[in-house]
Each structure stands twice: as structure tokens, then as C-alpha cells.
């Protein structure tokens, strides 16, 4: 909560450290803060790698902070410090606290503009970049990874239920009946479980329906934004979700990213999964023992505008200010780097996250990945599916990370039968406005 | 005896100065900040900042999920304190009635307290997790529905367990210690005179342990109220619906994930009142009204 000792220790040490191995040069260091752990993280100190060796005048140091929030409260503890990174990756709900935090950001499309770096700004994808512009369409900070929700299925159970095992549920009344026959043919305990109720069953529910979920679009429009998620279709697809679960048709993950939901689908408890694009490695490592089919985000029959376009999460690169001016021009050239086709592409494929380009998304068809690799295209088809309305572009809340967590508490007392879903939905608007509220005063 | 009287002024001071410099560095001057930050407004970038007095003490007395919290850390702090010392307590005259391998056994028993508290925590949350768990599979046979995702009882009940359990070690200690200390003779004195060892042990035992006890007892409310971070971060995350939430718990999710510094800080100083509240008691009335 203090700017503690320790992250000044910890940059010195890097610092040093890192000022050993490049004792001998002259190049400008850039400090990289990110959150891949992993594999990935493996992936992006290769691509920082790749950067660092195509050219001479700057040296990328990526550093791993840990979890997300972990590595955002280091940012910006560290600028309170005076000791921030140059770039810092931040998740997408991170989104609405560092726009406001004017003065201590630097705006990727002004940088761009003011390094005069290779850079336009329409080779991006619409609805990706579109989550990080504001209200006149400037890009406010640099997509990294972004992914979107997709539904996986069991085609073996498909078949032993008696349903056709290459016709995913195309929408929420069908996957209610598939379910139902799953279960009771006994093909498997379970139809659906689900990752991130916030993301997913809430957020991107209302876009794919073309709904809002808070005023001045989606919270774009200002500060002065106030939350409108309980309308009729998420109550009805909290009630149903709930009806599910006392009907056995539905299982529950647990609260945020729904830690409990990949082993129901990968032990044939669960039938249909719905969880992030960048799942889909994971799937595939674990459903050894059975066909895995893809699909599209159902939606609800009659709907006006269903299916709109599903929107994003995963994390943008920020640029802080307060460095060194010498360091700004070679933030714009890594940038430029990154969001060539080549690294996107390669990106793109090895992660399952999106390619934040259209010439990356290109590449990667021309390569044949999309006909190698049946369901990865799935994702990009789902957010480009339509042009995105003010409803699905995105969203944008302060201390939205805690509005998330009063999203999984109201729909745990929906589960538990406490509330239905009409006061959950009322108590949760009611209590993220207080939120937004003291957000608005404190901005 | 004669009292001996240093002439130098500063010697003592110098002697005293590393461990005067960590305290100052570490917790006065953060519990400092923790003060001044507590009536401050702020965003979490420190760019807008404005003095608002006791805005942060009101809205926090004004907001339903503190004073739940303040309740579940009663309910917890209470639960913890009271099963890890029962269960310590029948441990350590178990031990004690041994005439052989008591060490053993003690050594054993004192196992649990070297673990981490995030590692006891993914512990119980591997024993009771609904999916894969051993425990709610067992349960599941005898009819019980285990689910601490959604049932705010089972949620509690595992916190509490995978507390205690942790806590269950060094209550255990300070109990042999405590039993070893009284005297034999009372005991066989009592026997003579025809008590039980249930009567012994509730009218000789028992009170000449008193002492022992209420010391544990404040340093299990204060191990509740501060050190059980890393189990519920690890098992229940403050769930469902904030049934777990103590706190603690909620300092950390209002300041470290949600960025509100000034509520944050309000509720550390409110914790640290409590905790300095309860150490008073314990060195003032406890101390003194305890003893025989």
C-alpha cells in the first residue's frame, strides 16, 4: 500500500544487474513490468530477445511482478516511489484506474505521434484496440494479449447422449435441452460449467446481446458512469443459471476466473465449458481422452441484435511517464516491433490470444494455422462478427477490479438461494455505484 | 545487594539504538502513515489528494460489509481460538498422563506450526475441495451436500478448522509446559482424598492452568486476527458472497486489489486500535487478577 523499500531494492537490483551484463554499451534500458508467468512469460522473454538482437540503440528488460494486481499495485507504488517502469502491463479491468491516473500515464497513440514512430492506428483490429480508446477513437494504450470467451464441448458425450456430435448449442434454449439430455441419458453428470461468471456469463453476456451494462456507454463517456446490468436479460440468464443448478444441469466453477470449472470439463463431468480463447492450449493438453468440438457464445432466441460481437479481456501494455526522455523513442520502437505482423502471428498462435492486427490475423490464415488447428479461429470470427456498438465495445469502470468481486458475491447468493436474481442484480448495481462514486470523487 | 550505577549517559542508548531504529523504520513510522493516509482521499496514483478528516471512519460505519466483517471476525476469531485450544488442551494431559515416548509424541504434535499458513491453507482447500476433495466425497456419502463455494456455513467451518488446526501446536506447548508446572503432590493429594480424574482435573488442573489459558487466549484472538491471511487467501478468497471476509482479509482486498488506500487505512488503524485494546487487557487486568 506504501511505497515499500523493497521495490526500489528490487529495480536497483535488476538495474545493477542488468547494468553489468551491458557494462560495456551505451543502450538505453527500457524496464518491462509483466504478469506471464509460465510459459508465456518464456515466450515473451523470447520475443523481448528477438527485439533486443534486431537492434543496438535499446536494451527491453521485462521483469516478472506476479499476478496482475500484483503487478499493477508494483506500478503504481512504484511511481509514487518515482521508480516506475517505462512500460508496465495492466489487465483489462486496470483499464478505467489508469486512464484516470492523468499525469502519470502517456498515451500510446501521443507517444507514437510524438516519437513519429511507424504506427497506424487502423491496421489494428476494431474491436480489440476499441476496448483502449477513448471517446474520439485514440488509442490509449498497446494491446498485448486479448482474448474473448468461446464455448468447448465433449463430442463423445455429444454422441452418447444421442446428440449430433458436430453441432455445438447455437443458442442458451438449445444448450438448456442438449443439457438436459446429457443428463438425463446419462452420458454425463453435468452440461455446462463455466469460467468467469463476471467476464463471461455478465459482461460479455450483455454485449453479445447488445445490452448495456452501465451508462455513458459502457462507462466510456466518463466518470460519472453508474452501472445498468439488472436488466431483464441477465436476470433471466442469472435465474436460469440458477434453475440449472438445482436442476443438476449446471455446475459452478467458483468466483473469478472459476479455478473449479477446467477439471469438471477435462474429468467428462461437464459437457460444454465456456472459458477465455487462451484456454484452448490448455484444453487441449488435458481432454486426452475424448474429442473436443468449438463454438460460438450462445445467445438467446429472439433477441433483438443477438448474436452483436463478443468483447475482450487479458492485458494492454502502459506507458508511465516520468522517465527519461531517452528512453520514450525506443518504448515506440519496441512497440512498433511488437505489433508487426510476424511477432503478432507468432504470437497469436502459440497463446490462443488474438492478433491485434488484421495483416497478423492475414498471416496467420495465409499459413494455414486455421485449418491445422480447428476451433482457433473461432475467437476472432466471434469479435469480428459484427461492427461493435457502444454496447460491445467494451467497458470501462473505476475500481472495477472490486466491482468484479461483487459480481461473483451476488451470484453466489443467486446460487445459494438467498436472492433471486432480480435483487442480486439490484443489491450489485446498488453497491458498484457507491464504488464508482467514491471513485469519481477520488479522481 | 548493591545496585550498580552506569555513570554513562549515552552507552545505554546506543545499546538500545538497533532495535529503537528497526521499530521506528518498520512500525511506527508506516503505523504513521497508516494514520495520516487514514483521513486522506486519494487516487491510487497519489495524483488528487484531499484532506477529508473522518470521511473514511464514517463511510466505513455506514458500510454493511464492514460491520459484517467486524461479526465474522468475532464469529471466526472466537470459533478458532476456542476449538485449537480444546483440542490442545485434551492433547496436552493426554501427553502428560504418559510415562513413556511423551517427547515423541510432543515432537509430532508440534509438526503443524512449521507450516506455512498458505501451504496449510491449500492443504484443507485439497482435503475439502468440492470437485476433488477426499472429505466432501465421505460427506457425500452420509448425505451431506459439502460446498463451501456457495453455502457461507461450510465456507466458515473450513476456515476455521484449517486455522485451528494450525494453531492447535503451539497451544499445545504452552500447555504441557503449563501442566508441568504443577505440582505433582496436589494432584495425588486430591486422588487420597478420593477425587476422580475428571473431578481433578476440574477443580486442580484446570484452575491452576488459568493463567496459561487466558495468556493463549489473547494470542489466539491476535494470531486470528493478523496471521490467518495466507489460509483464507488460499481457500475461500473471503467466499461466498463474503462470509469469510475478516478483517484483514478485507484490508488487503480494499487496499491491494481494489486501490481504495484511504479506507484501507482507515480500517488498518481501526484493526490496530482493536489489537492494542486486547493487549492492554491481557497486561493489565489478566496479569494481575489472574494468579494464585
Given at each position: 500500500m506504501f511505497p515499500t523499500p523493497r521495490t526500489s531494492v528490487l529495480s536497483l537490483a535488476v538495474l545493477t544487474a542488468t547494468g553489468l551484463a551491458q557494462s560495456a554499451s551505451a543502450q538505453t534500458e527500457i524496464q518491462w513490468w509483466h504478469a506471464m508467468g509460465g510459459e508465456l512469460g518464456t515466450k515473451l522473454e523470447e520475443i523481448v530477445?528477438?527485439?533486443?538482437?534486431?537492434?543496438?540503440?535499446?536494451?527491453?528488460?521485462?521483469?516478472?511482478?506476479?499476478?496482475?494486481?500484483?503487478?499493477?499495485?508494483?506500478?503504481?507504488?512504484?511511481?509514487?516511489?518515482?521508480?516506475?517502469?517505462?512500460?508496465?502491463?495492466?489487465?483489462?479491468?486496470?483499464?478505467?484506474?489508469?486512464?484516470?491516473?492523468?499525469?502519470?500515464?502517456?498515451?500510446?497513440?501521443?507517444?507514437?505521434?510524438?516519437?513519429?514512430?511507424?504506427?497506424?492506428?487502423?491496421?489494428?483490429?476494431?474491436?480489440?484496440?476499441?476496448?483502449?480508446?477513448?471517446?474520439?477513437?485514440?488509442?490509449?494504450?498497446?494491446?498485448?494479449?486479448?482474448?474473448?470467451?468461446?464455448?468447448?464441448?465433449?463430442?463423445?458425450?455429444?454422441?452418447?447422449?444421442?446428440?449430433?456430435?458436430?453441432?455445438?448449442?447455437?443458442?442458451?434454449?438449445?444448450?438448456?435441452?442438449?443439457?438436459?439430455?446429457?443428463?438425463?441419458?446419462?452420458?454425463?453428470?453435468?452440461g455446462l460449467t463455466t469460467a468467469w461468471i463476471s467476464w463471461i456469463q455478465t459482461e460479455n453476456l450483455s454485449a453479445w446481446h447488445n445490452q448495456p451494462i452501465g451508462t455513458l456507454e459502457n462507462g466510456f463517456g466518463g466518470l460519472g458512469t453508474e452501472l445498468s446490468l439488472n436488466g431483464p436479460l441477465q436476470v433471466k440468464h442469472w435465474d436460469n443459471l440458477a434453475r440449472w443448478q438445482d436442476e443438476g444441469l449446471f455446475q459452478y466453477g467458483g468466483p473469478t476466473g472459476g479455478d473449479d470449472a477446467p477439471p469438471k470439463f477435462y474429468a467428462q463431468e461437464c459437457a460444454i465449458y465456456m472459458n477465455s480463447s487462451a484456454g484452448r492450449a490448455g484444453v487441449v493438453a488435458n481432454a486426452t481422452d475424448f474429442e473436443v468440438g468449438y463454438?460460438?457464445?450462445?445467445?438467446?432466441?429472439?433477441?433483438?441484435?443477438?448474436?452483436?460481437?463478443?468483447?475482450?479481456?487479458?492485458?494492454?501494455?502502459?506507458?508511465?511517464?516520468?522517465?527519461?526522455?531517452?528512453?520514450?523513442?525506443?518504448?515506440?520502437?519496441?512497440?512498433?516491433?511488437?505489433?508487426?505482423?510476424?511477432?503478432?502471428?507468432?504470437?497469436h498462435q502459440f497463446t490462443g490470444y488474438l492478433p491485434i492486427t488484421q495483416a497478423a490475423y492475414d498471416l496467420t490464415r495465409e499459413q494455414g494455422f486455421y485449418d491445422e488447428n480447428p476451433g482457433t479461429e473461432i475467437s476472432i470470427q466471434q469479435i469480428t462478427l459484427n461492427e461493435p456498438t457502444p454496447n460491445s465495445k467494451g467497458l470501462r469502470f473505476g475500481s472495477y477490479v472490486q466491482i468484479r468481486s461483487l459480481i461473483d458475491e451476488e451470484f453466489e447468493a443467486v446460487l445459494a438461494g438467498d436472492k433471486d436474481a432480480q435483487t442480486a442484480l439490484d443489491d450489485l448495481v446498488a453497491r458498484g455505484n457507491t464504488l464508482l462514486r467514491e471513485f469519481e470523487a477520488a479522481n | 545487594m548493591k545496585r550498580t550505577i552506569f555513570g554513562n549517559q549515552v552507552l545505554p542508548w546506543l545499546l538500545l539504538a538497533p532495535q529503537l531504529v528497526v521499530t521506528l523504520v518498520f512500525f511506527l513510522w508506516p503505523a504513521a502513515q497508516a494514520i495520516w493516509q487514514s483521513f486522506l482521499r486519494e487516487d491510487a496514483f497519489g495524483l488528487n489528494t484531499s484532506f477529508v478528516w473522518f470521511l473514511n471512519y464514517r463511510a466505513l460505519l455506514n458500510d454493511g460489509d464492514y460491520m459484517a466483517a467486524l461479526g465474522t471476525t468475532a464469529i471466526f476469531s472466537v470459533s478458532v481460538a476456542a476449538l485449537s485450544m480444546g483440542l490442545a488442551l485434551g492433547l496436552a494431559v493426554s501427553v502428560d498422563r504418559l510415562v513413556k515416548r511423551a517427547p515423541l509424541y510432543t515432537t509430532l504434535l508440534v509438526w503443524p506450526y512449521a507450516v506455512a499458513p498458505v501451504i496449510a491453507g491449500i492443504l484443507w482447500w485439497f482435503i475439502f475441495n468440492p470437485t476433488i476433495g477426499i472429505l466432501p466425497y465421505l460427506l457425500d456419502r452420509v448425505g451431506y451436500d459439502w460446498n463451501h463455494r456457495l453455502q457461507?456455513?461450510?465456507?466458515?467451518?473450513?476456515?476455521?478448522?484449517?486455522?485451528?488446526?494450525?494453531?492447535?501446536?503451539?497451544?499445545?506447548?504452552?500447555?504441557?509446559?503449563?501442566?508441568?508446572?504443577?505440582?505433582?503432590?496436589?494432584?495425588?493429594?486430591a486422588a487420597i482424598d478420593g477425587a476422580g480424574p475428571v473431578k481433578r482435573f476440574a477443580t486442580i488442573t484446570f484452575p491452576l492452568l488459568a493463567p496459561t489459558t487466558f495468556f493463549l487466549m489473547v494470542v489466539n484472538v491476535t494470531y486470528t486476527m493478523f496471521d490467518t491471511f495466507g489460509i483464507i487467501d488460499a481457500t475461500t478468497g473471503g467466499g461466498p458472497n463474503q462470509a469469510t471476509t475478516i478483517l484483514i482479509y478485507k484490508i488487503y482486498a480494499d487496499g491491494f486489489l481494489a486501490l481504495n488506500l484511504g479506507s484501507s487505512a482507515a480500517q488498518s488503524v481501526i484493526l490496530m486500535a482493536i489489537v492494542i485494546v486486547l493487549t492492554m487487557i491481557q497486561f493489565r487486568y489478566i496479569e494481575k487478577k489472574v494468579a494464585y
Open positions: 530477445a528477438g527485439y533486443n538482437a534486431s537492434q543496438s540503440d535499446y536494451v527491453v528488460v521485462p521483469t516478472y511482478k506476479g499476478t496482475y494486481p500484483e503487478t499493477m499495485t508494483a506500478a503504481i507504488a512504484a511511481f509514487r516511489a518515482g521508480e516506475q517502469p517505462a512500460v508496465v502491463q495492466v489487465f483489462e479491468v486496470g483499464t478505467g484506474t489508469m486512464m484516470a491516473a492523468e499525469g502519470a500515464v502517456y498515451p500510446v497513440y501521443q507517444l507514437m505521434a510524438d516519437m513519429q514512430a511507424d504506427f497506424d492506428p487502423a491496421a489494428f483490429l476494431p474491436s480489440v484496440v476499441g476496448y483502449y480508446t477513448d471517446t474520439d477513437g485514440n488509442m490509449l494504450s498497446m494491446p498485448f494479449n486479448s482474448s474473448t470467451p468461446i464455448m468447448y464441448y465433449n463430442k463423445d458425450v455429444f454422441e452418447a447422449a444421442g446428440l449430433d456430435r458436430e453441432t455445438p448449442p447455437a443458442t442458451w434454449e438449445e444448450l438448456e435441452s442438449f443439457s438436459r439430455q446429457i443428463v438425463e441419458s446419462g452420458a454425463a453428470p453435468c463454438g460460438m457464445l450462445p445467445y438467446y432466441e429472439g433477441t433483438d441484435g443477438a448474436p452483436q460481437n463478443s468483447i475482450i479481456g487479458g492485458a494492454t501494455l502502459w506507458v508511465m511517464a516520468g522517465r527519461d526522455e531517452a528512453e520514450y523513442p525506443g518504448v515506440a520502437d519496441f512497440f512498433s516491433y511488437l505489433s508487426s505482423a510476424e511477432v503478432q502471428a507468432d504470437w | 457461507s456455513g461450510d465456507a466458515m467451518m473450513l476456515v476455521v478448522i484449517a486455522a485451528a488446526w494450525k494453531q492447535v501446536s503451539y497451544n499445545f506447548l504452552f500447555f504441557v509446559a503449563g501442566l508441568q508446572s504443577i505440582p505433582a503432590s496436589l494432584r495425588e493429594a
